[in-house]
C-alpha cells in the first residue's frame, strides 16, 4: 500500500514539476533558456510534499502554507518594491537595466540568477506585469524568494562583504541538484525527492546561522549622478551587522531563533512518508510589514497574489503581536515639583538589532498626550493625523527638512522620531536610495549591548543621538516639561513601516506602479502604523 501510494505521489508531482517548468515564452522577448530555468523549481513543487504538517498537539505547522502568505514570498509582488523600482530606473534611465537586475538579486532571485546564465539582464518590472501564462520568467519573479532560492545557498562567504547585496554561492551546478537542509539525510527518503524533484537532499548547518539571512539583509546601495554615473555608497539595510554588535550574537541567538521559530515537538517535516524531526523551523518570517501584507489582499489582482486574504490577515496579525511582544517596551515616570510637571519616558529596544532596522522607510515614534483634571488635552507631543502624518515632524511637512533627535522636549511641535534620514550629494533629505550618500540622522534604537562608542562606520549613529548620553545600547531616555495643570499622562510608542514621506515622495512619477502605491497607501493612511507599547499614570 506504501508502495502504490509512493508511486502515485511521485507520478502527479513529476507532473506537476514538468508543467511548471515548460510554459511558454513572452513572443516578443527571449524566453530563458531549459538550462537557466532548470537551476530552479517553483514554490508548488515543493508545498506538495512540504504541507499538511500537523504537531501532536494539532497545531498546523506547514511550511508552504506558513511561506505563502509572508513577505518572503510576496518580495517581488511587494507594492512599494514595485514603485520605489519604477522610480529609480525613472530618475536614472541610462541605468535602468542594471537598477532592475540589481534588485532582483534579493527580491526576485531566481529570476536573476537565470538570466545571469543567459548572459542578460533580468527584466523585473516587464516579468512582474505579464499574465502568468507567459512564461516560465514570470513564474521565476512572482515567486520572490522562494524554498530553490534559500536551500541552495552555499555556505561560502556567508556573512562577508562579498556575499551582501544577495551575492550568494549557489550549490554546485550537477544533475540532481543539490537542496541543503538542516537535518540528517535519510538515504530511502532522499531517493524519493529527488526523483519527484530533481534535488538532492544534503544536511548543511549553515541553513540555521545567521549569515545565512546576511547575504540579502546587508545592503549597500550606489548613488548615481545624473548620467548614470556612481557618486557614492550608502550603507542601506546593516542588520546583520548590528546583530553581530549586539548582546544577541554573545548569547548565540540568531536571526532564525525569533524569525523561524522551532516547533516544540517533534514533527514530520514531509506529509509523504516524512519522519518526525526535532527542530523543525517554522516558515512564517514574521517581520515588522504589517501594512504591505495587507496591501497584498487589497491588490492581489493586479499584484498576482496567491495566499488566501485569510493567511495574509493571519501574517498581519502574527506581525502586531510580534511588534507588540518582542520588539520594544515604553515606561513613563512622572512626578510634580511645585508648579512643574515633568516626565520621563524610557524606550526599551528588546530586538537583537536597531528598531526599526531593515529598509530606512521604517520609523517609531513617542506619542505623548498629557489632560487636565477636566479630561481636556493640555499638551500633545507625536500625534498621527488620518493622511499617516506625524504632526509637528518636520520631515512630514516639508521634504527637505527633518525632525531632530531629542533629549528634552517641552514644545508639542518637538516629537521624538526613531529613524533614518538619507542625504543626497549635496546634503539634502531623500527618499530615492540611488541618490543617497550618507545619513543626516540615524537615531534608531540601539540593540541591547551595541556601544555607539564602538559602532563600525557602516552601523555608526548619526545627528544629535551620537552626544546624548541617555540614548544608549537598549534604551534611550526622553525628558518633557508639561503644563502645571496635567493630572493625567499617556504615553504610546507607534511605528509605521512605510513613513508619511516615502509615500508621498511617490506621487511626482506618472507610472503605474508610483501611483497604485500612493492610492493605497492613501485609503490605508490612518491604520498605517501601529501601537508597539504603551503606559499610562496619573500625576501625584
Excluded at 319 to 343: D, F, H, M, N, Y
Aim: proline share 5%.
Amino acid at each position: 500500500m506504501n508502495r502504490l501510494l509512493l508511486s502515485c505521489c511521485v507520478l502527479a508531482l513529476a507532473a506537476a514539476f514538468s508543467a511548471g517548468t515548460s510554459a511558454q515564452g513572452d513572443p516578443h522577448r527571449p524566453s530563458l533558456s531549459r538550462k537557466a530555468t532548470s537551476l530552479f523549481a517553483s514554490s508548488d513543487n515543493c508545498i506538495a510534499c512540504h504541507n499538511g504538517l500537523r504537531t501532536t498537539s494539532g497545531d498546523d505547522v506547514s511550511i508552504g502554507t506558513a511561506w505563502r502568505s509572508t513577505m518572503m514570498a510576496n518580495s517581488a509582488r511587494d507594492p512599494y518594491f514595485q514603485a520605489g523600482l519604477r522610480r529609480e530606473t525613472l530618475e536614472h534611465p541610462t541605468r535602468a537595466a542594471g537598477i532592475e537586475h540589481e534588485c532582483a538579486g534579493c527580491h526576485a532571485p531566481m529570476l536573476q540568477r537565470a538570466a545571469h546564465m543567459d548572459k542578460r539582464e533580468t527584466d523585473l518590472l516587464h516579468q512582474l506585469a505579464v499574465p502568468d501564462s507567459d512564461g516560465a520568467g514570470h513564474q521565476l519573479a512572482i515567486d520572490g524568494v522562494s524554498c530553490a532560492v534559500c536551500h541552495q545557498i552555499s555556505g561560502e562567504g556567508l556573512g562577508t562583504r562579498e556575499t551582501a547585496n544577495g551575492r550568494f554561492q549557489m550549490a554546485p551546478l550537477g544533475s540532481p541538484r543539490v537542496a541543503f537542509g538542516p537535518f540528517a539525510v535519510n538515504a530511502g527518503r532522499a531517493r524519493i525527492m529527488s526523483s519527484v524533484t530533481g534535488f538532492k537532499q544534503t544536511e548543511a548547518p549553515h541553513v540555521q546561522q545567521s549569515a545565512l539571512c546576511a547575504t540579502c539583509h546587508t545592503l549597500y546601495t550606489e548613488a548615481l549622478d545624473s548620467t548614470g554615473k556612481v557618486i557614492g555608497e550608502l550603507p542601506e539595510q546593516m542588520t546583520y551587522y548590528e546583530w553581530q554588535q549586539s548582546a544577541f550574537y554573545a548569547e548565540q541567538r540568531s536571526c532564525q531563533s525569533c524569525h523561524m521559530p522551532e516547533v516544540p515537538e517533534r514533527t514530520r517535516v514531509a506529509s509523504v512518508l516524512g519522519e518526525e524531526r526535532e527542530g523543525l523551523s517554522k516558515h512564517v518570517f514574521v517581520g515588522g510589514n504589517f501594512l504591505v501584507l495587507r496591501m497584498l489582499d487589497t491588490l492581489r489582482t493586479e499584484l498576482h497574489v496567491e495566499a488566501p486574504s485569510a493567511a495574509l490577515d493571519a501574517t498581519a496579525r502574527a506581525t502586531l503581536q510580534q511588534l507588540a511582544s518582542e520588539s520594544a517596551t515604553i515606561t513613563l515616570v512622572g512626578k510634580r515639583t511645585g508648579a512643574q510637571v515633568t516626565a520621563d519616558v524610557t524606550v526599551r529596544n528588546l530586538a537583537g538589532h536597531k528598531f526599526p532596522s531593515g529598509y530606512p522607510s521604517r520609523r517609531t515614534w513617542i506619542h505623548l498626550t498629557a489632560r487636565d483634571s477636566a479630561g481636556q488635552v493640555v499638551f500633545e507631543s507625536g500625534g498621527l493625523g488620518a493622511d499617516g502624518a506625524i504632526a509637528g515632524n518636520d520631515n512630514d511637512a516639508d521634504p527637505a527638512a527633518f525632525e531632530p533627535h531629542y533629549d528634552r522636549i517641552d514644545k508639542s511641535d518637538q516629537v521624538q522620531v526613531y529613524e533614518s534620514i538619507m542625504a543626497d550629494s549635496d546634503g539634502r533629505a531623500t527618499t530615492g536610495l540611488l541618490h543617497a550618500t550618507r545619513y543626516l540622522k540615524d537615531n534608531r534604537l540601539l540593540p541591547r549591548g551595541f556601544s555607539k562608542g564602538s559602532a563600525t562606520p557602516d552601523t555608526a549613529v548619526h545627528g544629535a543621538a551620537q552626544s546624548d548620553a541617555n540614548f544608549t545600547g537598549g534604551e534611550d531616555t526622553v525628558s518633557y516639561t508639561l503644563p502645571p495643570s496635567a493630572v493625567s499622562i499617556h504615553v504610546e510608542l507607534r511605528y509605521q513601516p512605510i513613513a508619511f514621506r516615502w509615500a508621498q515622495n511617490l506621487r511626482p512619477f506618472d507610472a503605474a506602479e508610483p501611483q497604485r502605491f500612493v492610492r493605497a497607501f492613501t485609503d490605508m493612511a490612518s491604520d498605517s502604523s501601529a501601537v508597539v507599547s504603551q503606559a499610562t499614570m496619573q500625576v501625584p
